[in-house]
Every structure is written in C-alpha cells, then in structure tokens.
C-alpha cells in the first residue's frame, strides 16, 4: 500500500475490490437512502459513507504499520459494523468477536488476529495487540470535519475477512476469505433473495435486515453486505431488543436460526399482530412443522428454509410450501454440485442417504494452518461437511442429521435426530437431544439430556422411545436447563458428553 504517515494517496487506477465499495456506491446513486435504522434514528448512505471516510483516516493514523488481520469487538452494532468498513477501505482484513471474555477468547485463539480493536478493556490473554477506542473517541471522529474520500490500489487476491467455520466438526476452524470470493457470494446471496421471492404479494422494493445471526459468522456477515447491496436498510438492535423491533421498525426480512426463532416467539407479546410483508429465511438443514405452525400463526405466512455451510456457502433452498419432507433442506441452488456417496466415496443412486459432498463457487480452499483437518475434510475438490441426506432426481435435498450422529447401540443404527424430534414432540419437553456415552467396559450407551417443562412425565418419554424404537437399549436421562447449539442449530453433542461425564464422576464419589 502506499501511503505515508500524514499523507494519504488517492490512486486511480488498479484494482479497488473492498467489501465497503457496496456502501460507497450506493451512497452516490441515492445519497438520501436510509442505510441503518434503530430506535434512535436512521443514517443514510451518504451519512454512513463519510463516516467510513473519516474513521478509515483515523485508523490510518493510528496503525503504522498495518496489520494484517484485525478482530472487531464492539457490544453495539453500530460502531462495530463501521469500524468493519473503515477496516475494508484501508485494505486490512478482519473479523468480528464477541464482546463476553470467555467466548472472545475461544474465537480468538482461532482466529488469531494480529490486532484486537475493542471499546472497553479486553480481558482476555493473547499474543494479538490491544486497541482501546471507545465510544467518546469513535463520536468524536464521526461527527468531526468531512475528509477526502480514500482509494488505495490493492491485490484482488488479498484475504479481505476471516471467519470461523462452525458445525463440521467439534473443533472450531479459521476460514479466510478473499476479495472475490465475498463479492460474488454477496451478489449471489442478493439475486437469490430476488429470485426466491419472486412473484410473492407484499414483496418489499427495498429490503429492511433484521439481522439475527452473528456478524462473526461468514453467513451473517453476507447476509448484512447483500442487503446494503441492494440498496437495502439495515436494523440496528440487540438481541433483547428483537421483538420491539419486529413491531415497530417493522423489518421486511430476518435470517434465523430454528432456537434465535423459538426465542424470539417466547418473548412476543400476545397482542402483537402479524407482520406484514415479513419474509423468514430459516438457516437450517431442519425446519419443524410444528414450529412453522406457531410463526403463521404470531409472526408471517412467509417462510424458507436455507442449507448454507461457512466452507462451501449457499447449497439449497426452498419456500415452505415447497417442502415435500419436515427434514427438507431444499433444491440445489445453480451454483452447486452435490453428491451423495458411501464410506468409500462411491455416489449412490438418487433416494439412497449416504454422506453428502459438495462443490461450489464459494468453496473454500481450505482451513487455515489445520492440514490434517483440510485433508479430512476437502477431497479431490469436494467439501465433505459431514451431514448424512438424500438427493432425489429433482435436486431436491434432504438432510438426515450428522454422519458422526449415527449411533451403533447394541448391533443396531440409530439416528441421533430423529430420537431428538419424537422426544421433543412430547408434552412436558421443552427440549431435548441424545448423545453418547461410553459405560463401565467402553461399550457406547444412549443418553438423553432434556430440558423439562411444568407438565413433565417421565413415563411418556419411556413409552413413546419404546414404541417407535424397540430395539433401543436403555436410556439414561440428563436433566439441563438448555441444550447447547451452534450459530448453525446443530445441538453440540460432545458438550452434553462432557457434562454428563463431570456429572457421573461427582455422583460416583
């Protein structure tokens, strides 16, 4: 890059590929659009794009030499996503953490950043530096004098965001991202939204984002981009903050998972009307007819479901009335290859499960600095995410829960899933998943953690596994007060393991 300290060079020319670009140029067709809206006010594109400017100055100032790679971690959204964009203007790559210590530092250690820019102290041991710059300071550059706008040329190629690939495996992966791989997957994820919706009554002429997943993850993070695309606004609200903003500021989209939409339904208030115009992309391989009930009936008719990998992006989608199964994922988008093949990677006929595989323009080459963990996984040019589904000749997808969620108990093959789905039907169970855990001579025997409701009756659970599972061995039962999930959905059964296995040892002494 080339710059020196005190003078900024606006080159023309070159390559000017940044994720930023899409804020800047819809800030010079329509100035006036609202960019960002909260219950404190709204701000254009205009306003957004000179604020970019004047932190991307700032920061230029105080980081010499750049960084490669900064992690972002600011409780607001506001600040958070702008200090991302002045990030992206200068040419340094980034990620976004958490502002909870212990969760910082687990993404942390994964992501490893060269720098951590955070509005409060961060608590947290790591090689990585530690900029403070807090609210007062951010207010202050914001609202200073209009600075010349920056332009720097730099490689297309360059790593422009870093991620951390969640729900293929127990162990957490960095995933980097490269100028063209983000550009074509927010065009793409913003086209397929277009087309998704296409000819449905009430469709917005400009999206508004409630946006519920995590900036951290890649589809979260895409989700944001691909609305300012468009030309779209942005709500910028906390978590507690959901229902008010479904009902006031009136969002036209959310993409959610399955449990951020329980949540969400739990803390509505009765007398809250449906949305109109609200359309629900649910992130997830499974989306319960039970739960498509409760958010017709409270929320919006309009429903999909998306199948999306951090590793491999967008694999397939379908409108709920598209849905010919409850574990649907739905067709295969256009941009994918999809096989369905046995242990030795031999593709099995259309209508037989098998593991899944996948090739798309988003894939990525791989994890960083995990070669064991890259080989495992990528293959020939195949990503292997390690969900177990059936392809039918249409290209439509189902998915039958993870090829390591397959127990063998006693002789016999289980799908971890689909015990999950019957437990959690019952009266009295507000959640629940199974889980493995090894006895006294090693042998794996089924668990069950369950989250109880009020009307809770053991002997409903034993009669209903008994019937739709007469080979199951005997299952012992956990009692927790939540199951844990990934920003996927996928429940996290090595976590319930663990518990379990802290929990026996304290009763066996």
């Not at 957490?172 to 449905?200: L, N, S």
């Amino acid at each position: 890059m080339k710059f020196q300290k005190g003078k900024f060079f606006l080159l023309y020319g070159g390559d000017f590929s940044m994720y930023d670009r899409f804020v800047e140029h819809v800030a010079r067709i329509a100035p006036g659009k609202e960019a960002m809206l909260s219950f404190d006010g709204s701000v254009t594109f205009a306003k957004m794009d000179a604020d970019i400017n004047r932190l991307a100055t700032a920061l230029l100032q105080k980081l010499n030499p750049l960084p490669k790679v900064v992690a972002v971690s600011y409780q607001q959204m506001h600040p958070h996503w702008m200090f991302l964009m002045a990030l992206s203007r200068i040419g340094v790559a980034t990620a976004s953490v958490g502002d909870d210590s212990l969760i910082a530092a687990r993404e942390i250690a994964v992501l490893k950043p060269d720098l951590i820019i955070s509005d409060a102290f961060f608590d947290v041991e790591t090689e990585a530096k530690v900029l403070v710059l807090d609210l007062e300071w951010y207010s202050q550059i914001v609202d200073g004098a209009d600075v010349e706008p920056l332009r720097f040329a730099l490689p297309r190629d360059r790593v422009v965001r870093v991620a951390i690939a969640a729900g293929t495996s127990e162990k957490k992966h960095r995933v980097d991202f490269t100028a063209p791989m983000i550009e074509a997957a927010v065009i793409r994820h913003a086209h397929q939204e277009y087309i998704e919706w296409e000819g449905a009554e009430d469709a917005a002429q400009y999206h508004r984002l409630l946006p519920t997943l995590g900036t951290g993850s890649i589809h979260g993070f895409l989700s944001v981009l691909s609305i300012w695309y468009v030309c779209g606004s942005v709500i910028m609200a906390d978590r507690e903050q959901y229902p008010a903003a479904i009902a006031m500021l009136k969002p036209s989209i959310m993409i959610i998972s399955p449990s951020q939409l329980e949540d969400i339904l739990s803390h509505m208030p009765a007398d809250v009307p449906s949305v109109t115009g609200l359309r629900l992309v649910v992130s997830a391989g499974y989306f319960a007819s039970a739960l498509q009930e409760t958010v017709r009936r409270k929320l919006t008719q309009h429903m999909r479901v998306l199948y999306v990998t951090s590793e491999a992006g967008l694999i397939a989608g379908a409108r709920v009335e598209q849905m010919t199964h409850d574990d649907m994922a739905g067709w295969l988008l256009p941009s994918v290859d999809l096989q369905i093949v046995d242990d030795e990677d031999n593709e099995l006929p259309a209508g037989e499960i098998g593991n899944i595989r996948v090739k798309s323009a988003e894939l990525v080459n791989g994890f960083y600095e995990d070669e064991e963990a890259t080989n495992r996984q990528f293959k020939d040019g195949w990503f292997y995410p390690g969900d177990l589904g059936i392809l039918d000749i249409r290209g439509g997808l189902r998915i039958f829960g993870r090829a390591d969620e397959l127990y063998n108990f006693g002789g016999d093959k289980f799908y971890a899933h689909t015990i999950d789905r019957i437990v959690q039907s019952l009266p009295g169970v507000k959640d629940a998943a199974l889980f493995a855990m090894p006895n006294e001579q090693g042998v794996p025997e089924p668990w069950l953690a369950i989250v109880k409701d009020v009307d809770f009756n053991v002997e409903k659970v034993s009669e209903a596994l008994e019937s739709e599972f007469h080979n199951l061995p005997n299952v012992r039962a956990m009692w927790v007060d939540t199951i844990p999930r990934d920003v996927t959905d996928r429940v996290l059964r090595y976590q319930l393991s663990m518990a379990a296995t802290q929990q026996y040892a304290k009763m066996q002494k």
